[in-house]
């Protein structure tokens, strides 16, 4: 008993000694007073309005956009201008306004009866009321599949699955209101990224799996990974010169903002994207290791940790295909521009858009493999002293 109990305020202490870090590092970083986008992204009287598509209309302008050039760089005579006609929600204005589409949008489907949304600009400087396409209206279908989501975790994982979920949006609000509100006022990015992933994990795992020895070596070893993972992304990204500059949202901020430096976006979206791989692998290889220790109560240190490797490894292969198939996932639009233009696959790899991809792949991967035997010592380490009495 006394070696549970002084297991257990040891553990205590050290995840403590963890959390009051991560608190002093974001109170240190946290963002105070108005950020650099606020005047630069706010036109006077600029409103989303909605509505619904009654029809639509394809027309032909001159070419004379850079977007509108051929491969062989000449200007075509003629590009696609699509149009829609917009039934407005609400009163007030006009009841319907004709707006200009992207010809990808409406290739890729946009008929009468979508609900839509634009931006309607007054009128201004002698210019008339103008209305602008944004996008499709994506609140309802989004909602349904939301709370789909929601209900099938709740029935399936009970009251686990409703502590998930109140994670989720733990973890949602620590980046909404601390990570790119920092971000915006150029913080240091590894250390909000950090601090923000330890407290929130401090948090959710204990919120989602009990407090316990098992989850304690399981936070431990997540917190371990994301050092590991800081570490070698922040070699990684100024190795490979990677300024998230092929990401037209990225390069988007920096236009409105002036300030914020690409590069820490970059960090801070490499280290996010690691910490769900890491807290899935690490609750697993915890698990592990006591399933092990209750099939086989007499094993030891190294018989624990042997078994629970067993188990690591192929959760480590399994998990590092899972990431770099997301990642190619998410990355296939830009794969399909590179095919298209036919470069030799080693130009690809070494484009900006790709080597990211890549880099966070290897970040990942590297993470991941530290990751699986220290949060397996962590747990044969733990499980062994709790039952070192009984011995």
Do not use: K
């Not at 002698?126 to 029935?155: I, K, M, Q």
């Not at 996010?272 to 030891?300: H, K, M």
């Not at 990942?364 to 011995?391: D, E, H, K, M």
């Amino acid at each position: 008993m006394e070696t549970t109990r002084a297991l257990r305020r040891g553990l205590a202490v050290v995840v403590a000694a963890v959390l009051v870090a991560a608190v002093v590092g974001i109170a240190l970083t946290w963002p105070r007073g108005p950020g650099p986008a606020t005047a630069a992204t706010s036109v006077a009287g600029a409103q989303t309005v909605r509505g619904d598509v009654t029809a639509t209309r394809m027309l032909e302008c001159r070419g004379e956009l850079a977007e509108d050039r051929l491969p062989d760089g000449t200007l075509p005579d003629t590009v696609e201008c699509p149009q829609a006609t917009v039934a407005l929600a609400g009163a007030g204005g006009p009841a319907e306004v004709t707006v200009s589409v992207p010809p990808a949008v409406y290739r890729g489907g946009l008929a009468a009866g979508d609900a839509v949304t634009l931006t309607r600009y007054p009128a201004a400087d002698g210019l008339a009321e103008t209305y602008v396409w944004v996008d499709f209206d994506r609140r309802v279908p989004l909602a349904v599949v939301v709370g789909a989501f929601v209900l099938v975790t709740v029935l399936v994982g009970r009251r686990r699955g409703a502590a998930a979920l109140v994670g989720l949006g733990i973890g949602g609000a620590a980046v909404g209101f601390y990570l790119l509100p920092a971000l915006v006022r150029q913080e240091d990015p590894v250390v909000v990224s950090v601090c923000a992933a330890t407290a929130v994990m401090g948090v959710v795992l204990y919120l989602t799996h009990g407090v316990s020895v098992r989850t304690t070596a399981a936070y431990l070893g997540t917190v371990a990974g994301l050092l590991v993972t800081a570490v070698v992304a922040v070699l990684a990204v100024d190795a490979n010169h990677l300024r998230g500059l092929d990401d037209e949202s990225s390069t988007t901020v920096t236009i409105l903002t002036g300030s914020v430096d690409l590069r820490g976006v970059v960090l801070a979206g490499t280290l996010v994207a690691a910490l769900g791989i890491l807290n899935d692998v690490t609750i697993t290889q915890a698990s592990a290791v006591w399933e092990v220790r209750a099939a086989d109560p007499g094993a030891g240190f190294r018989a624990l940790f042997a078994s629970g490797m067993r188990v690591g490894r192929d959760h480590l292969a399994s998990t590092v295909y899972t990431v770099a198939f997301a990642y190619a996932g998410a990355a296939l639009p830009t794969l399909l521009l590179l095919h298209l233009y036919a470069q030799p696959v080693g130009d690809v790899l070494a484009t900006s858009a790709i080597a990211g991809e890549v880099v966070r792949t290897a970040v990942g991967g590297i993470s991941l493999a530290v990751t699986v035997p220290v949060t397996t010592a962590f747990a044969a380490a733990a499980i062994g002293a709790r039952t070192a009495r009984a011995r």
